[in-house]
């Protein structure tokens, strides 16, 4: 004798009502806020499933993510406006992963052997210095928001020609800052291994790198035009950039200063 076939509340041609917003569903989702039909009683076991799920989804695409910034990174992009998003971890939230690991790493590992030295000096532009360093440490997803967007201005501004929207300039420059995070950990052990001789340097050698990957990534993503002239107007951007964060940074120490 055969079983007759378990009824669900999500097969074809039978509908239930979503417990989330209330429409009329008979799919395995929700056509209107796109929660999942079959919703049921937690378990332990749901939840260890979920985490592992998140997890792995998690670990997956900020790897390939990763990996396509390393090894080319304009065409990334360009694909990713396009459309070539599913494998890829989001922008925003994959330069607030790195810039919270990055601003950890600094503020456990090196700043803490630099503090007396930085912030000695209470009535000079150096204990302001001090103190502003201290902040961007301990706010390091905040300061990379700022270049990101100074960036975004700039880069709107030199490559408007290129029909691009101030959107899609804000996901190419988040990328580009995600880049160069990832380039940034990667040289963070010369740093903790050389110390304090290395670790001044380490502003310097970072604006290079910046400039070095901006013209490699604006290179690849302005594909349309001559390298050349690409390269060109990326150095025109980094010098703009550089000049309005350090505006910024004057600034601030400026505020800080009066307290």
């Known amino acids: 004798m055969v079983k007759p076939i378990k009824e669900t509340a999500h097969k074809k041609n039978a509908t239930i009502t979503c417990k989330n917003c209330g429409n009329k569903v008979s799919d395995n989702f929700c056509s209107s806020c796109g929660q999942r039909a079959d919703t049921h009683k937690l378990t332990m076991h749901f939840i260890l499933h979920d985490l592992q799920h998140g997890l792995i989804h998690f670990d997956k695409g900020v790897l390939y993510t990763t990996k396509q910034l390393l090894?080319?990174?304009?065409?990334?992009?360009?694909?990713?406006?396009?459309?070539?998003?599913?494998?890829?971890?989001?922008?925003?939230?994959?330069?607030?992963?790195?810039?919270?690991?990055?601003?950890?790493?600094?503020?456990?590992?090196i700043f803490d052997h630099l503090h007396a030295s930085l912030i000695e000096p209470k009535d000079d532009i150096t204990g302001a210095s001090g103190k502003i360093v201290t902040w961007i440490t301990e706010h390091f997803a905040f300061d990379g928001l700022i270049l990101i967007i100074?960036?975004?201005?700039?880069?709107?501004?030199?490559?408007?020609?290129?029909?691009?929207?101030?959107?899609?300039?804000?996901?190419?420059?988040?990328?580009?800052?995600?880049l160069f995070l990832i380039v940034s950990l990667l040289v963070f052990p010369i740093v903790y291994i050389f110390g304090n001789a290395a670790t001044l340097q380490y502003g310097i050698v970072q604006q290079g790198f910046l400039l070095v990957l901006m013209c490699w990534c604006y290179a690849q993503f302005f594909n349309n035009s001559s390298k050349g002239k690409i390269i060109s107007l990326a150095f025109i951007a980094f010098f703009i950039t550089s000049l309005l964060n350090s505006a910024i940074g004057y600034f601030a120490s400026w505020i800080v200063r009066q307290f």
């Open 150 to 178: 100074t960036s975004t201005l700039v880069s709107y501004v030199i490559f408007k020609k290129r029909k691009y929207n101030l959107a899609e300039h804000l996901v190419l420059n988040t990328y580009l800052m995600g």
């Open 71 to 109: 090894t080319r990174p304009g065409h990334t992009i360009r694909e990713f406006l396009e459309g070539k998003r599913a494998r890829h971890f989001q922008p925003l939230s994959f330069v607030i992963v790195l810039a919270t690991f990055y601003g950890l790493l600094w503020h456990y590992l």
